[in-house]
Structure formats: structure tokens, C-alpha cells
């Protein structure tokens, strides 16, 4: 069966940085594209990032470009998010997600399979 797992989410101070992991198994992985998306309490789930199978292409939401890095490492079936100058608005749950399509997606409702999620919270 198909696992997400995410980790690296933590409490850090404004301008801070935390690295997200997504550990991914039960599936094929370098065939995935991959997401970040979040969610801030009473607000919807939101995109943050994602990246093509090979790793080729990525995109990024406007609130977070700039300041976070999307990559993979095929060999280790994990997705990473790298993110800098964290700002009290980046606090949320941060899930990935996996996408069977392989190519750029930021819709929430095309992803296929969702981790557990793992929390951000940044203080000012």
C-alpha cells in the first residue's frame, strides 16, 4: 500500500528555515510528480509547491517563491521542501502529495495519494 510520510516540521522564529521530508513508499515513485500543499486552522488546503517526475520542471506558489526549494531524490524515493525567511503566515500543516500524471499539477483534487501531514508553526 501506498505510504506518504512527511517530517521536519517544527516551531521556528520569523526568518528561520525548516527542511520537509516525504519519505514515499508502495509505489513507483520516479513515474510521480509531487506536491506540497498546506493548511492554516479555518483556512482551505492550499498549494505550495511541486515538482515533475524527473525533477525537471517545478512550480511554486507566489506567497512562498523565493523563498523555498522544492527537489527529489529518485534514488531515495523523498521529496523535499527547503524554506527560508519563514513568516507567522507559512504556520500550518504541510502535506505532500503524489501524482500518477508525472507532470505539473496544483490542484489539490488531482493528487492521488496524501501523507499524514506534518506542522509548521513560526513565531514572530
Known amino acids: 500500500q501506498v505510504q506518504l510520510v512527511e517530517s521536519g516540521g517544527g516551531s521556528v522564529q520569523a526568518g528561520g528555515s525548516l527542511r520537509l521530508s516525504c519519505a514515499a513508499s508502495?509505489?513507483?515513485?520516479?513515474?510521480?510528480?509531487m506536491g506540497w500543499f498546506r493548511q492554516a486552522p479555518g483556512k482551505e488546503r492550499e498549494f505550495v509547491a511541486c515538482?515533475?517526475?524527473?525533477?525537471?520542471?517545478?512550480s511554486y506558489a507566489v506567497s512562498v517563491k523565493g523563498r523555498s526549494t522544492i527537489s527529489r531524490d529518485n534514488a531515495k524515493n523523498t521529496v523535499y521542501l527547503q524554506m527560508n525567511s519563514l513568516k507567522p503566515e507559512d504556520t500550518a500543516v504541510y502535506y505532500c502529495?503524489?501524482?500518477?500524471?508525472?507532470?505539473?499539477?496544483?490542484?489539490?483534487?488531482?493528487?492521488?495519494?496524501w501523507g499524514q501531514g506534518t506542522q509548521v508553526t513560526v513565531s514572530s
Open positions: 502529495a503524489a501524482d500518477k500524471r508525472g507532470g505539473i499539477t496544483t490542484t489539490s483534487a488531482l493528487y492521488d495519494y
Open positions: 508502495g509505489l513507483t515513485f520516479s513515474t510521480y510528480a
Open positions: 515538482i515533475s517526475r524527473s525533477g525537471g520542471s517545478t
